[in-house]
T-cell receptor, first 113, second 116 residues
Framework: KAGVTQTPRYLIKTRGQQVTLSCSPISGHRSVSWYQQTPGQGLQFLFEYFSETQRNKGNFPGRFSGRQFSNSRSEMNVSTLELGDSALYLC????????????FGQGTRLTVV | AQKVTQAQTEISVVEKEDVTLDCVYETRDTTYYLFWYKQPPSGELVFLIRRNSFDEQNEISGRYSWNFQKSTSSFNFTITASQVVDSAVYFCALSLPSGNTGKLIFGQGTTLQVKP
C-alpha cells in the first residue's frame, strides 16, 4: 500500500511569488490535513479537507489556501510569499471520520529567498 | 484552551540507557485523544501510539512503553535500552472530537540523541 506522497520535495521561490504544493493520500483516505513546521513555531495546523470540503482551518492569513479533489488529492497554495513562509509543509491523511491515527508524507521543504 | 507541553527540548543518552520523554497536556474536554509521533531526519512523522481519554491503561510495545495519567494530565513515553536508531525528534499531540476534525495540536518536540 503506497504511503502519503507529497510533491515536490524541495522548492525555492522568491518573495512575492506564489506556490502550489500537492498531496496524494493513501488509497481510501478521504481526510487530508496540512501542517507547517518551522524551528520557531513548531508544527502548526493549517487546514483539513474531507470529501472536498474544508472542515477546519488554523490561524493563518488568507494567503494560505487549499482544496481537495474528488479523488481526495489535495493541494495547498501560498500567494505573495514572504521570507517567513520558509518551512517544511507536511500533509497528513486519515482513513476514518473518528480520531484514527494520521499518516504523514515526507513533506515539501519550501525556501523563500 | 488546548495545549501540549514537552518541557525537554533535547535529551542525549548513551546506547542501552533507558530514557523517558515527558508530555503534559491541557484541555477542558473530557473526551480527547493523545498521540506520539517520531520524526526521523527524513522528515515524515511516524505514528507510534494513540490513546483515548477513557483508557488509562499503560501500554508496552517492545522497547517502547507509555504511561497515561489523567490525574496529572501526562502521557509520558519511555524507551528501554535505547538504540542509535531511536535518535529522532519525538512529538506528543492532542486531538479533540468536537467538530469531528482530525486537527492535531502538537508539543514543541523533544530531540533525542542516542550515542553509541
Amino acid at each position: 500500500k503506497a504511503g502519503v506522497t507529497q510533491t515536490p520535495r524541495y522548492l525555492i521561490k522568491t518573495r512575492g511569488q506564489q506556490v502550489t504544493l500537492s498531496c496524494s493520500p493513501i488509497s481510501g483516505h478521504r481526510s487530508v490535513s496540512w501542517y507547517q513546521q518551522t524551528p520557531g513555531q513548531g508544527l502548526q495546523f493549517l487546514f483539513e479537507y474531507f470529501s472536498e470540503t474544508q472542515r477546519n482551518k488554523g490561524n493563518f492569513p488568507g494567503r494560505f489556501s487549499g482544496r481537495q479533489f474528488s479523488n481526495s488529492r489535495s493541494e495547498m497554495n501560498v500567494s505573495t510569499l514572504e521570507l517567513g513562509d520558509s518551512a517544511l509543509y507536511l500533509c497528513a491523511t486519515r482513513g476514518g471520520r473518528g480520531h484514527t491515527e494520521a499518516f504523514f508524507g515526507q513533506g515539501t521543504r519550501l525556501t523563500v529567498v | 484552551a488546548q495545549k501540549v507541553t514537552q518541557a525537554q527540548t533535547e535529551i542525549s543518552v548513551v546506547e542501552k540507557e533507558d530514557v523517558t520523554l515527558d508530555c503534559v497536556y491541557e484541555t477542558r474536554d473530557t473526551t480527547y485523544y493523545l498521540f506520539w509521533y517520531k520524526q526521523p531526519p527524513s522528515g515524515e512523522l511516524v505514528f507510534l501510539i494513540r490513546r483515548n481519554s477513557f483508557d488509562e491503561q499503560n501500554e508496552i510495545s517492545g522497547r517502547y512503553s507509555w504511561n497515561f495519567q489523567k490525574s496529572t494530565s501526562s502521557f509520558n513515553f519511555t524507551i528501554t535500552a535505547s538504540q542509535v536508531v531511536d535518535s529522532a525528534v519525538y512529538f506528543c499531540a492532542l486531538s479533540l472530537p468536537s467538530g469531528n476534525t482530525g486537527k492535531l495540536i502538537f508539543g514543541q518536540g523533544t530531540t533525542l540523541q542516542v550515542k553509541p
